[in-house]
């Protein structure tokens, strides 16, 4: 079995299909957002509108998919709950996974899924996505059945709308890193590929 195949596995189609679908809504929410916050091009009452219409359509997909996956989290076949609780024997494998990250060491074997930061990361992102929906709804019905988010917790809806851009900034931040280390893995994956093949052709 290839390292790809190995990949697959660990990652089953319906998560890949979620992944996707939470990264193009996010992606499609940034954009938008960006332009709520800054009409940068003049296209009158209509554009701000329409764009407005498609960051609330991104929203409710992202809404639909994120609890998706995390009710997929605990349900079903492929539930994945324990591959994103630290314990003592990932929190023993930190160092050797930033030293792989640092170029200084080989990828340290993994008992689980993901590698102990990737745990962090992926569960504070959960976090973010779920901060942005709730202020984003906040935002939408500031004086309805969310006043409680705008009130309650930041005294007034001009401190959720700046935190609700405050977050989104992280996000931008966040698929700039996912990215990279997605293309250098994949890359990774092909060298251990080619490797693999080279030497089965060599034992043959």
Known sequence: MTNSESQEM???????TLHSI???????LVATGFYIHYPFMDGGGFLMSLVRGV????AA????STVTRIVMMFVGKNRDWSSLV???RDIALMPKVIAHYLHFAKEPKLSKKYNPLQMITYFGVFILILFQILSGLALLFPDSFMAWFNYGIFGNEVNSRIWHYIINWVLVIFLMIHLYLTIRQGRVEEAKDIKQMHSVTEAE
Do not use: A, D
């Open 10 to 16: 660990r990652h089953p189609p319906v998560f890949r």
């Open 22 to 28: 939470i990264m193009w809504s996010i992606l499609i």
């Open 55 to 58: 960051h609330f359509l991104s």
């Open 61 to 64: 997909i992202l809404i639909v």
């Open 86 to 88: 630290l314990g003592l």
